[in-house]
């Protein structure tokens, strides 16, 4: 993943030496969190897997609305400086 899924959670990229994913094992567990969104959404709902991308950007979507534990706040609170609105997600 480049840097259009970096920029999906919201996670500054750190310089890391290449080939070596333990130094940078921040970005790699958004990754690994990101790819279990995405296989639980598609299987769970029976989807085909032409829907990826879809499931991907809804991941993402969901990720950026979960409060992190250091500050308490969204990612997209810390982007754009207001609480989001979670009116529309259901459960």
Known sequence: M???S????????????????QS???????????????????ISS?????????????SCHILNRIPYKSSDKTPYELWKNRKPNLKYLKV
């Open 24 to 42: 940078n094992g921040i970005a790699e567990r958004k990754n690994y969190t990101l790819l279990n969104m995405i296989n639980a959404m598609l």
């Open 6 to 21: 970096l920029a999906c959670v919201i996670v500054s990229p750190p310089y890391a030496p290449p080939y070596a994913p």
């Open 46 to 58: 029976s989807l085909p897997d032409n829907l990826w991308g879809e499931a991907w950007f809804t």
């Open 2 to 4: 480049g840097n259009g």
